[in-house]
């Protein structure tokens, strides 16, 4: 550590004075320790750090007394990533900050999730470490779920673009080079060497420049990546065919050979597999998106009886916020007044909505019913359900599985070992191979660079868990943690212990048994008139089967709801009632013999 630092950790374990005094002692006696406070009630310590002494250190001499420091977890969304090497590079950065203890990073989810015992670690030392490995990093707020829709639909943006800008300058460097196969009149010429020259350097200057401008530090660095062979390959076919062009006199006689169109289509084909892998990571990731989404954005705040609408983020706890009718509940609460049934499918799959009263609790983001609601707020931002849900979707699709781990070892030494075999390669034919061989040398060490990538085993496992973690919540079902998913595929019989849930979501007539003299549609359009002064969900299938068979619905004369019960009227003046069984039955011991 280079200065002092000022700590504040919670500490687990005390539970009167002497704790305090053996926590104090513990932490004074740390070499460059000050200032050491230690508070009972709020059970936490607090100390400035001089020179020579980490965090890391204080959480291991409150562990030794037997006072330890309760891990945590921080979130980190990284951007700069293209390989698995670089999930190597930047595991290792963030594992060397003091006090990390466990440091995982996905490369389809852009996220770290790094272990360390609460407030020993600053979060500006994470991110330094990761842009000291060359990448870009932020933090992510526990509870707090971040949308990457909007980052990963600019980054498909720019890919996109830059993917047909290189198309378009490749595809005459392609016609006038390979075309000389099919017309001798394209083939060769210094201008057409200079036409191909200019769009190869308009291909690596414009869309190309991101593989250099990642690749090249890297490379320098000794770290190596995905970028570093792109920019390795197209850098090398491009400089040799401009000695070819410029200088040919520089070469053997014979080897003054044009491989502008390798470079240019390196570039491009490249690109165009980015492209296509932002659009798979952009659809995947919006499961996220539409969990936060099922809350409104605003709500309506009862104060001093009046009703004022304010951003969601504005909300408190204690806040009196009205529901109408058909309107997504605003937060998680207790109703205080109002009655109505709510739709709660979203969090507990149960397909007929559920009547609210006075005192029962709504969950933020499901749909209310006919009824108007007063609800006092229980829970507000990262501690609401779906935010919590959203929470546990994201640590799913961040998460490894356990066969990730193999890729990891292999992945994190395969770009070096990459570079060396191309290395091997170009000896090879340099010195085997006839004259003139330094064509052949530089195209087939060219070609190991390009063909050896390592992205496809670095994304093929986390992006199998993005997609299956976000399908599946867009259906209804959530995984606590991606390793479900490797689990899943000994899998051979699934029970499910009810039947509820696997509905349509909505109730639907079904069948309809007349009593003697009355026909179906007689008995449907007599029910139905009754039940479309109703809120409950079950007279809304009623009704609804009675509009499938365009039935003429009367308006009712009266109509009375019995709570818990059913209801009653007269339409077209006849009695009408629609109810539980326990209600048909006391109305047909009320009437006289």
Request: hydrophobic share 50%.
């Amino acid at each position: 550590m280079s200065k002092s630092v000022a700590l504040s950790l919670p500490v687990a374990g005390m539970s009167c004075a002497s704790c305090v005094g053996r926590v104090e002692r513990a932490l004074a006696a740390l070499p460059g320790a000050r200032n050491v406070a230690v508070n009972l009630a709020t059970n936490r310590a607090s100390l400035v750090l001089d020179a020579g002494t980490s965090p890391g250190d204080v959480a291991a001499a409150l562990a030794e007394a037997g006072y330890p420091v309760p891990e945590t977890q921080s979130l980190l969304a990284l951007e700069g990533m293209s390989c698995a090497s670089c999930v190597a590079r930047v595991e290792r950065a963030l594992a060397a900050v003091p006090g990390v203890t466990g440091a995982s990073v996905n490369l389809a989810a852009g996220r770290a999730a790094i272990r360390h015992p609460e407030g020993t670690v600053p979060m500006d030392a994470l991110v330094a470490a990761v842009e000291a490995a060359g990448y870009e990093a932020r933090p992510v707020e526990a509870g707090h779920p971040v949308d990457p829709s909007a980052r990963q639909a600019e980054e498909a943006r720019a890919l996109r673009r830059d993917l047909i800008v290189a198309a378009l300058l490749s595809a005459p460097v392609v016609v006038l080079d390979m075309g000389g196969h099919l017309l001798p009149a394209l083939h060769g010429g210094p201008v057409t060497a200079l036409v191909q020259a200019v769009l190869a350097t308009l291909v690596l200057a414009g869309p190309g420049r991101r593989f250099f401008l990642r690749g090249v530090p890297g490379l320098l660095r000794g770290h190596p990546d995905m970028n570093a062979l792109v920019a390795l390959g197209a850098g090398a076919a491009y400089l040799y065919s401009l000695v070819s062009t410029l200088a040919p006199d520089l070469l053997p006689a014979g080897a003054a050979h044009l491989y502008f169109e390798a470079s240019v289509l390196i570039v491009t084909l490249i690109l165009l597999g980015r492209t296509l892998e932002a659009r798979a990571k952009g659809r995947t990731g919006q499961a996220i998106a539409r969990l936060m989404d099922l809350a409104p954005k605003t709500a309506r705040v009862v104060r001093d009886g009046a009703e004022t609408e304010v951003p969601l983020d504005a909300l408190r706890l204690g806040d009196v916020v009205r529901v109408r009718p058909g309107e997504r509940v605003a937060a998680d609460g207790a109703v205080i007044s109002g009655t109505s049934h709510i739709d709660e499918s979203m969090v507990t799959g149960e397909p007929a909505p559920v009547r609210k009263g006075p005192g029962d609790a709504v969950v933020g983001g499901t749909l209310n019913g006919r009824g108007s609601l007063d609800l006092r707020v229980e829970a507000v931002g990262g501690a609401t359900v779906v935010a919590q849900i959203a929470a546990m979707v994201e640590r799913a699709q961040g998460g490894k599985l356990p066969i990730q781990a193999l890729v990891d070892r292999v992945t994190g030494r395969f770009v070096p070992a990459v570079i060396g075999i191309a290395a091997v390669t170009f000896l090879a034919w340099l010195v085997l191979a006839p004259a003139p061989a330094l064509g052949p040398a530089l195209v087939n060490a060219v070609a190991v660079l390009i063909i050896a990538c390592p992205c496809a085993m670095g994304l093929a496992t986390p992006t199998a868990i993005m997609v299956g973690t976000g399908r599946a919540a867009a259906r209804g079902v959530l995984f606590r943690d991606g390793a479900a998913l490797q689990g899943l595929r000994d899998v051979r019989v699934v029970a499910l212990d009810k039947t509820g849930t696997l509905t349509e979501g909505r109730p639907r007539l079904t069948e309809i048994v007349p009593a003697v003299g009355f026909a179906e549609d007689e008995a449907l359009a007599l029910a139905a008139a009754l039940e479309s002064r109703s809120e409950h969900p079950l007279a809304g299938a009623v009704v609804t089967a009675a509009r499938d068979r365009d039935l003429a619905l009367a308006e009712p004369d009266s109509f009375e709801a019995v709570a818990g019960f059913g209801v009653a009227g007269r339409v077209a003046g006849r009695a009408v009632a629609l109810g539980a069984p326990r209600y048909l039955e006391r109305l047909l011991a009320a009437r006289p013999a």
